[in-house]
């Protein structure tokens, strides 16, 4: 048995969430979010809580029960809250800007690396040497956090590169004579 698939998921105030078949829809001061849940989990909304429960008992059920659950409290906690990564930018000349709807990097290539802000994140550069990514969906926020560290990610050397904020780098050591 799930021990995360079992808990419900409460309403707080100022947020409405409706159930449609497999589609929840959850709207709140932030936004509106819904996710479909797949056909072996289904959702129903009891007096404020979202419960998530299974049709069957396999294994697969079993499996898709918690993640269905977390994904639903994501939304709630998205449309409250909203969710941030931020981002550290480590390097001699490296650094970042917010241009329009655009963010650019030097990286230390040849050329700066232009990265088209998506609809739905916010992208600020507190310092050139930081980023916080902001947004209301988990899911795209930490994908956009992960397409930005790929540019050039941290190595082992020197610790250049771009890396989440509190990631430990594991420092190799350098040639020897």
């Known amino acids: ?5 079992k808990h419900p998921v409460a309403i707080p105030a100022g947020v409405t969430a409706s159930v449609d078949g497999q589609t929840v829809k959850v709207k709140g001061p932030k936004g509106a979010l819904e996710v479909v849940l797949v056909e072996e989990i ?6 404020g809580e979202l419960k998530i429960a ?7 059920h079993k499996s ?3 993640m269905s659950r977390t994904l639903v409290a994501n939304l709630v906690e998205g449309v ?3 969710f941030e990564k931020k981002l550290e930018i480590n390097g001699v000349g490296y650094k970042a800007a917010v241009a329009g709807k655009n963010l650019q990097l030097s990286l230390g290539y040849s050329h700066d690396v232009i990265y088209p802000i998506p609809e739905g994140i ?3 550069a507190p310092k050139p040497t930081e980023l ?15 397409e930005i560290r790929e540019f050039r990610g ?6 250049k590169g771009v890396k989440y904020a509190g990631e430990f780098i594991f420092r190799k050591e350098g040639k020897k004579k």
């Not at 947004?135 to 795209?140: D, F, P, R, S």
């Open 54 to 60: 299974m049709r069957g008992e396999t294994p697969r």
């Open 154 to 159: 941290p190595e082992p050397y020197k610790g």
């Open 80 to 82: 409250t809250k909203g």
């Open 64 to 66: 898709m029960w918690g």
């Open 132 to 146: 916080v990514v902001t947004g209301i969906n988990k899911q795209q926020v930490g994908q956009v956090a992960a």
């Open 122 to 124: 916010q992208i600020a």
């Open 1 to 5: 048995m799930s021990k995360i698939g």
């Open 42 to 47: 289904q959702a129903s909304l009891e007096g």
